[in-house]
């Protein structure tokens, strides 16, 4: 056994529909866009994460850019295989081993996935060599990552805002109470932003710009303390085809995104409403924990704040909180083993 033990790297994988985090030796030492382009005529994969993101809206027809994760499940299963394949071979300890180690490797997954896709996720991980594979639901993965010690018999509920899912969680003794999973999250707020540049001020602008807007501007509430300046937009005028800039404010952000938010707060409300009265008791004195890069919006958690009339609390680095989550489970296999699926 031994030997072989010698032979075996693990490897934690949160793999999202935005972005794809893998953590090696306690170090995150993958964490790029969950993009592939892929050349038409021979089908070959020519860039994957940042290089690949850098095509996207901007390539001639022999190449097309995929993103293979849509809603947090797989949609395109060659293309997610050979980028999970090819992140894994970027994994700097790795390339210096003269032989192809045998991998146990933790990934996350959505926790509204059917048994379908779930059995997905495990072939896919498989053919990249994945000896032991173990699934753990993001949500847990979040509560583990944010610090929270899930195998208490207390409350605590998890919201994690993706880019394809909104999870939400009650976890309590190391499982989950109740959940439910949206899809709303990071990529549906960037075509809430195309939709109201596009109707709004007549202007059409891509995806990475619609991105970019969210970043710099985002807002999910109009009174924001630190308000961000008004941002120069650059796309395409509807009216005369010719490319135009508009300044864009926060608060226009906020109303582009205000349905979207809506929902999120609808189904925050539905899974308290269906928390056991005990559980409900403890969530009343720890409040709700945010994960996820969606987290970030600006006045999001006062937003949240104010409909739960709970405190909230933004995950530190958020974007990292379930890969780390996951990789302290890949650390502590025995303790978390009820939590995995194997």
């Not at 709700?288 to 009339?309: E, N």
């Amino acid at each position: 056994m031994g030997f072989f033990d010698f032979l075996t790297e693990e490897i934690a994988i949160d793999l999202g529909t935005a972005n794809t985090l893998i953590i090696h030796n306690d170090k995150v030492v993958v964490d790029a866009p969950s993009i592939v382009a892929r050349d038409r005529t021979t089908g070959k994969i020519i860039a994957v994460g940042r290089e690949a993101a850098m095509m996207q809206g901007k390539t001639h027809e022999n190449i097309k850019t995929i993103r293979p994760l849509k809603d947090g499940v797989i949609a395109d299963f060659d293309a997610s295989e050979k980028m999970i394949n090819m992140f894994i071979k970027d994994i700097p300890a790795l390339k210096k081993k003269w032989l192809t180690p045998s991998l146990r490797m933790v990934i996350c997954i959505p926790s509204g996935i059917t048994e379908v896709e779930m059995r997905a996720v495990k072939e896919s991980a498989e053919r990249v060599n994945g000896k032991e594979v173990y699934l753990i639901h993001e949500p847990m993965a979040a509560a583990i990552g944010i610090g929270v010690d899930i195998m208490q018999p207390k409350g605590n509920m998890v919201v994690d805002i993706g880019g394809g899912t909104t999870e939400i969680a009650v976890i309590a003794l190391g499982g989950i109470v109740c959940d439910k999973s949206v899809k709303i999250a990071g990529d549906v707020f960037t075509n809430d932003i195309v939709y109201y540049m596009r109707t709004q001020h007549n202007l059409y602008v891509g995806e990475r710009s619609a991105e970019k807007i969210k970043i710099q501007i985002g807002a999910a509430t109009e009174d924001l303390e630190l308000p961000p300046e008004d941002m120069a937009v650059q796309g395409r005028d509807l009216l005369t085809g010719k490319p135009k800039q508009v300044q864009a404010s926060y608060r226009e952000i906020a109303k582009a995104l205000d349905k979207s938010i809506l929902r999120i707060e609808d189904a925050v409300m539905e899974t308290l409403s269906q928390t056991p009265p005990e559980l409900a008791a403890d969530i009343y004195n720890t409040g709700i924990y945010l994960a996820g890069g969606g987290s970030m919006l600006r006045g999001l958690d006062k937003r949240l704040s104010q409909k739960t009339d709970l405190p909230v609390y933004i995950a530190e680095d958020p974007l990292r909180a379930v890969v780390r989550g996951t990789g302290i489970c890949l650390k502590n296999l025995s303790k978390y083993k009820s939590v995995l699926i194997k």
